[in-house]
Every structure is written in C-alpha cells, then in structure tokens.
C-alpha cells in the first residue's frame, strides 16, 4: 500500500447549506457534530427557530472519525439514562426523518484473556443489572463460539446484544439535512467568533457573516469548547487526545457486530469493510490547556498512564488546547483558520495492527486499509460530558467533552442540551452532566465504565 493511499480521507455525506444568515433566531446551535445536528433537530421539530452554525463542514471534526459505536455496554453510570433514550432515538428518527443513518443493532462482544479486564466487566454487568441492561456474561467456550474462525484462546467476555453502530459519515449529515426539512437554517463554513452579552445575558452570536440575535445559544463545538468559554470568563476543564483509526478494503465478516479484543476493535461497516482501531496508545501532546488543567487532570493521568504517550507537538501552538489570548470578534479567528481540525494520522499502526488481524482470523489474510484519519477526542477528567447552562453566561448551553463516547449517546445528548436551552423538562436527569461539579469541591469521580 502507498503513503499516498494510506492518507486518503474518509468519505463523508454532504449536505447543501442556506446563504442567508437570518438577522435572528430564537436559538443558535455552535456547532454540527451529531451533537449539535440532533439539537437543532429537536429544537426545530418543537417548533423553534434555529440557526445551525458550522465553522468547517457538518461532521467534519470528530463526529465522523470515530468507531460507530452506539453502546451501553461498558458506559459510566451517569450516562445509562441518556444512552438509553439515545438508543430510542436511534430506533425511531429513521422512519421519521426518512434516511438512514447508518444504524443497525447488531450486538457487541468483547473478549479477553486477561481475568482483571473480565473481573472488572462483571463489576460493571452487577451494576447495571440495575438499569435493565440486556447483556451476559460469557466463559472462554462461548467466547470461542462468538468468535467463530478465531485463533485465540480467550478466558471469557461479555455480550451485548441490543447494542449496534451506525456509519458516522452518514448520521449528523442525515440529521441536519432533517432539521433543515424542519425549518432550521444552516450555515457551514461560517465561524462563530464570539457571543453578543447585553445586560448581563447572552442576546446573540457573532459569526464571522455577521451578528444573529437569539435567546439562547448552545456551545456543541466539540474539542475547541473550553477555549471559547475561556474568552467568555468561563471555565470547563478539557483536555484532546490523539487518536487514529482506519478503514479496511472489503473482507469476510467475522463478526456481525463490534468487536473488542486485547489487541484491535472491529466494527463491520455497511461497504462490506470494517473500521479498525488498534489498542495503541493515544497521544497526548503538552498544551498551555493541559498545563492549566493539570490538577484536575492528574488523576484520569495517572489511572491511564500506560494508555497514552505524552510529548509536545505542534497543537501547543495552535488548534483548540493551544493560548489564543482574548480575541477579536470583528477580525478572522483561529476558526476561519482551522475549518477543520484534521490532524495527521499515525500510519505506523496499521501493518502491526493487520498482522494481529489475520493472526487472530487467518481467513482474513488479504485485508488491506483502504482509508487512515485521526481525530482530537475531546476529554474531561472523569471523561463523563459536560451538558450544562453556563453559569457565567446565563443563556448559554453547553455540550462538549464527551471523551470519545459521544457518536452513540449523541442523539440523546442534543435533545438534553435542547431541553436546557428551552426550559423544557429534561428529557434525563442533567445534573450528573453540570458544568459546577469541577468546582464545587465535589471529588472528580473516576469513570465506572471505559
């Protein structure tokens, strides 16, 4: 395989915008991630006016790099309800929005053959026999039989049958062309520079096409969040790590759903491929972000140290974790400048990563990557999200952080932040997901699930 076809990008649904920027509307979604697209879906299906605003393209960030995971299996306590309501979402929007996006509940199995890592999946099942949460534990001859043409010897692992994935390229690009179909306006290649206070509240969005006047905002921009809000007075604790993953040519189908092992993770794709993220280690690159976030950080650091590789790259002076200083919001931003954080993937785990492939399925010898991308997992430091009002900016939502879980709780995410913006009940209990637990002495919890 060539450099040249290894750096290919991954495919990614358009979607047509509107030219217009309306003078104002009742709220403005920052960001078109699944996040934000799903936001402005429910906002507009309930009958607001809502202008969806993307410096780059729909999904062009982290919202279509990422696995297709669309799990409760393994989740952190606090994120069970939404993922629950996610999956609802799932189901439904399809037939009501009429697309695709990509989703099938085609079950996950995880196995291992480490009996810590099996010990902590049958803590985790304990607790969330409690939520009605369909899965099994699974002994090394199930295992085997999950596995059908697998050279392992695995101990045991735990199934997820209700779980499933969708196709990132396809799902945010389908639920925005459905909130336009709606009523929402949509703006790509338009940065938001800043927000308009007036009194004390937020009263409306300066993009870079111009002022909208709104009531309320929501702050969907992923990786580059924490450093709006620092120009804006507030603070989030945020932290991105790199990571990379790649898609394969067309092979046998293994497995019907994903699959978690030691040494890779397989998602099967609707091309008749899969997306392949090797267990390597994330980058973690020193920023003056990470430098600022340090304390709040240490402990997820030293929990994790073995998984991530921490050196200084070129994100310590530019991109979302980099010192921007307070801003100009009449002048071109870092967010005309990076349309799309794309950064360059880490090709030298593929090869590693195909040999244990084909040395675990020997059928799939011949499997080649066909694409290779890498994204910025935006993280917190119990790498739960933060979906939230924003004390400092009253009229302001966000929804950022969601530490590399966040294409599948996505859909449920968006409609809470919706319910935020609007007053409305929250469709789930939001305050395991408040923005203040990271500084009102609360301690950082750890997360209960991976």
Partial sequence: MTDRT?????????????????????????????????????????????????????????????????????????????????HELWDRLPGEIGADLGFRRNGLVYVTKDPQQLASWQGWADMARAYQVPLRMIDGAE????????????????????DGRAEPAMAAPALA???????????????????????GRLSGVFTEKGLIRCNAAILAGGAWASMFLRRHGADMPQSSVHSTVFATTPAKQVSPGGLFTPDFILTPRLDGGYIVAARAR????????????????????????????????????????????????????????????????????????????VATYPELAGIRAARIWAGWIDSTPDAVPVISPVEAVPGL?????????????????????????????????????????????SPIRSPSGI
């Fill in 177 to 199: 062309k459905a909130a336009r179909a709606q009523g929402a306006t949509l703006h790509q290649n338009c940065a938001v520079r800043g927000l308009d206070i007036t009194g």
């Fill in 6 to 86: 290894l750096a290919a990008t991954r495919l990614l649904d358009s979607v047509d915008g509107d030219a217009a920027l309306p003078a104002a509307a009742d709220i403005v979604v920052i960001g078109a991630g699944i996040v934000g697209v799903a936001a402005a879906y429910a906002l507009a299906k309930a009958g607001h006016s809502v202008a969806l605003v993307e410096k780059g393209v729909v999904a062009g960030e982290q919202s279509s790099r990422n696995w297709g995971w669309c799990r409760l299996l393994n989740r952190d306590e606090r994120e069970i309800p939404l993922m629950q309501h996610s």
């Fill in 282 to 357: 994330g980058r973690l690159e020193l920023t003056p972000a990470g430098i600022r976030y340090a304390r709040q950080f240490l402990p997820s650091l030293r929990k994790n140290w073995k998984m991530v590789e921490l050196r200084l790259g070129r994100s310590f002076f530019e991109g979302p974790d980099a010192w921007h200083g307070a801003w100009s919001f009449d002048r071109p931003t870092v967010f005309e400048r990076i349309r799309v954080l794309d950064p360059k993937p880490k090709t030298s785990i593929v090869e590693p990563a195909l040999r244990e492939i």
């Fill in 397 to 441: 939502v966000v929804a950022a952080g969601f530490s590399g879980h966040g294409f599948g709780i996505g859909l449920g995410a968006g409609r809470l932040a919706a319910d935020l913006a609007t007053g409305a009940p929250p469709v789930v209990d939001a305050a395991p997901f408040a923005l203040k637990r990271f500084f009102d002495g």
């Fill in 143 to 162: 295992a085997k039989r999950l596995t059908p043409g697998n050279e392992q010897d695995w101990i045991g692992g735990v199934v997820s049958p209700r």
